[in-house]
């Protein structure tokens, strides 16, 4: 009798969350609705509709509201938000006159218009969704090689936002690009960059059987493509229906069906992995190579160092032949060897010039046939199912059939997710776009919007910012300077203990939350600080200088840690499990999984390394020699301009004044060497403080 009760708790939350589907249709599975704005109270300081549904809010709960930001706190927060980098002390004082105590919302607006025309904005949102798309130089997992070519698929996500492309045909190039009509070669060799979307996730390339490979690597298509589109967890129904969510193990196997039947191209050595694959050649469609051609030496060493290598592997296999025996080590380091030439020689043409490979896929020429595996398992396959979608997201009528003549499906997905009558698309990206500006999303779980997420703390304005997204025709950047542009983006973050007690976790908005800048940012700030920044966009793959081959074999760490360049950090080698130092004490994501919202950590390794790191050691340095350049009367202005965005105030110039003084006392030599020494100790104080990686 107990282990019947129990059975039956444990069945309780699908039965419950089917019943509940059967009765009503659960919030984020209905059309977003149009809803008049919100009558307030206080008339006076809304800026728009999204301020009168934050303020019908807050008024209902009894809050007022905060006060606004100061001119300069609001200028840094843009620059950051927007670009990710700190704005120039003389910048900053242009901006802060322009804008002016009132908060001037024309200068303002001239500010955002002109931050996202930057091509910085790309690459700080850019980021943002390569960390979505779980992006990566390599495959992780078992046996982690190394992408050679996915730097393509990143380029192409920051490009597109910076040209804000429509979100609907963001979309549709991503999943379908290769089966999308086009112009041009160009344009076809673009659009399979874009399915990179579904080629960089992880895979387990050491797996011996293959049928358990591709079973995983449709798996991660799946979960990916939902999760970063739809918010919903479709993978939990791989072996059983979904234990929350209303989507039965069917609707797994109709979305397999359309993955199965697509062939992904990501390209790795056969003898370093069990689970190979070829690229796709775009040579001469107009895609930057991201290699030099050979000279006629190279060349001839390249054909020479590939035949040697044959030789040698023909002489150990007559060797093992004959009867003689050869180790392990030796018979698979003469196979790498042989292995990695070849594909190296292949990857030129007969006069040494480089061919275009890119990473992507293709519908399969002879389609597979798809059925329901019995608890997932591969021996146990149960009825046959056709290309299809969700039928949670169809809950007036039946879910649309695939009737496909040709084709895997892909195309039809694509559209299926990018309609705007798809009731769930147009809310999340507008949700993931809340979450990047205001430190978490209206659904506070932005990647899950299934029954086991968070509900959003204000539904009729999700809603309002979906179909707003939709009315624009797709376009991000009006929806993120809608948003920037309102009172509740421009409130200041200052603390309020009574406000505090009614709302801690701030669901309400009644201040601007402080935000700790994501790892690239805190990177990059310090170059820009420095003066070192290299904004150029590297003409070559940085990870082409660890090699190819597996992480550990072919391929070493440190070798691929100790990759740097003065470039913005989106461009990093970003190899899963070998992240640079700094993105990993700053809980830059591993890229295994979306990661639509980032982990914030507060750990005593990070003051360490900023106090000890070499790198941080070189942009205090070069910070001083800026500031050495300046009268003594200028260095402490610029300096807190630079780094905090604001001047110092009174004791802050008497302490530096005293810190200065007394590291010069200290130090022998040449007085200019200490008067150095003391600005580059000063520098690398303020790039070690709390302030300077924190937006208030």
Same mark, same amino acid.
């Given at each position: 009798m107990k ?10 939350p ?58 300069r ?5 843009l ?22 105590p009132?908060l ?6 001239a500010?955002?218009d ?38 393509r ?11 804000d ?20 070669d ?6 399979l ?27 991660e298509?799946?979960d990916?493509?939902t ?10 129904a ?18 397999a ?20 694959s070829?690229l ?23 054909k020479?160092?590939?035949e ?13 032949r ?12 003469s ?27 293709q ?9 329901i595996?019995?608890r ?94 939709i ?46 800048? +994501?790892?690239? #940012?805190? /990177?990059?700030?310090? =170059?820009? &600080?420095?003066?070192? @920044? $290299?904004? !150029? ?65 507060t750990?005593?390794?990070q ?8 790198f941080?050691?070189?942009?205090? +340095?070069a910070? #001083?020699? /800026?500031l050495?350049? =300046?009268? &003594?009367?200028?260095? @402490? $202005?610029? !300096? ?52 300077f990686?924190?937006?208030?």
């Open positions: 282990r019947l009760l129990l059975l039956t708790l444990l069945a309780a699908t039965c419950l969350a089917q019943q509940s589907a059967k009765k009503e249709v659960f919030w984020s599975f209905r059309p977003p609705a149009t809803v008049s704005s919100p009558v307030v109270k206080n008339t006076e300081w809304p800026l728009g509709t999204v301020d009168r549904f934050i303020l019908a809010a807050q008024e209902k709960k009894g809050l007022s509201q905060s006060k606004a930001a100061e001119p706190v609001l200028v840094r927060r620059f950051f938000a927007l670009c990710g980098l700190p704005p120039a002390a003389d910048v900053m004082e242009h901006w802060n006159r322009e804008i002016g009132e001037n919302q024309t200068a303002i607006a500010l955002v002109s931050l996202l025309k930057s091509p910085r904005f790309g690459e700080h949102w850019g980021q943002h969704w390569l960390d979505v798309a779980r992006f990566a130089e390599s495959t992780g997992g078992d046996a982690n090689g190394i992408h050679l070519h996915a730097w698929y990143r380029d192409y996500v920051i490009d597109n936002l910076n040209a492309k429509p979100f609907d045909r963001f979309i549709r190039e991503q999943i379908a690009g290769d089966l999308l009509p086009i112009s041009s160009k344009e076809w060799a673009q659009n960059v874009a399915t990179g979307f579904l080629a960089v996730g992880q895979k387990l390339v050491g797996e011996v059987e293959d049928r358990k490979f591709f079973a995983d690597l449709v798996d298509q799946i990916a493509t999760r970063a589109f739809l918010g919903l967890t479709v993978s939990c791989r072996c059983h229906d979904h234990k929350t969510d209303p989507i039965p193990q069917a609707d797994y196997y109709a979305l069906a359309i993955f199965r039947n697509t062939e992904t191209h990501y390209g790795l050595i056969k003898a370093q992995s069990r689970q190979y070829t796709l050649d775009v040579t001469g469609m107009g895609l930057p190579v991201g290699r030099d051609a050979l000279t006629a030496q190279q060349l001839a060493d390249m020479a160092e590939r040697a290598a044959a030789q040698k592997m023909d002489d150990i296999m007559r060797t093992i004959g009867g003689d025996g050869v180790t392990r080590a030796m018979l698979r380091r196979r790498t060897q042989r292995d990695e030439s070849e594909a190296l020689m292949q990857s030129y043409d007969a006069q040494g010039n480089p061919l275009t490979f890119v990473m992507g896929v519908d399969r020429d002879a389609p597979l046939e798809t059925r595996l019995e997932g398992e591969l021996d146990k396959p149960g009825a046959p199912v056709t290309p299809g979608f969700l039928h949670a997201l169809h809950p007036q009528s039946s879910p649309p059939v695939l009737r496909l003549r040709e084709g895997s499906g892909r195309l039809q997905l694509a559209d299926w997710l990018a309609s705007p009558r798809n009731p769930l698309t147009a809310r999340v990206i507008a949700n993931r776009a809340w979450h990047w500006l205001f430190g978490q999303g209206l659904v506070r779980t932005v990647d899950d919007f299934g029954f086991t997420g968070d509900k959003p703390t204000h539904p009729e304005l999700l809603d309002f910012l979906a179909l707003r997204l009315e624009h025709k797709g376009s991000l950047k009006s929806l993120i300077r809608e948003l920037v542009l309102t009172r509740t983006w421009q409130q200041a973050s200052s603390f309020d203990a009574d406000k505090f007690d009614h709302d801690p976790d701030n669901l309400l908005l009644w201040r601007m939350s402080p935000r700790r800048l +994501e790892a690239e #940012a805190v /990177r990059d700030a310090m =170059l820009a &600080v420095s003066g070192k @920044l $290299d904004l !150029a966009r590297p003409a070559k793959p940085l990870i082409a200088a660890a090699g190819e081959g597996t992480v550990g074999q072919a391929v070493f760490e440190p070798e691929i840690r100790k990759i740097e360049a003065p470039v913005r950090s989106v461009y990093l080698p970003r190899v899963r499990s070998v992240l640079p130092e700094m993105m990993e004490l700053y809980d830059a994501p591993d890229a295994s999984n979306v990661m639509g919202a980032r982990e914030t950590t750990v005593p390794l003051a360490l390394h900023a106090l000890n790191s070499a941080v050691r070189q942009q205090a +340095e910070f #001083a020699d /800026r050495g350049k =300046l009268t &003594v009367f200028e260095q @402490l $202005d610029h !300096a807190w301009l630079s780094t905090f965005g604001r001047p110092p105030i009174a004791k802050e110039r008497e302490l530096a004044n005293a810190f200065s003084f007394e590291i010069e006392a200290s130090l022998e030599g040449p007085r200019t060497q200490s008067q150095r020494e003391a600005l580059i100790t000063l520098a690398q104080s303020l790039l070690c403080a709390a302030e990686v924190v937006v208030d």
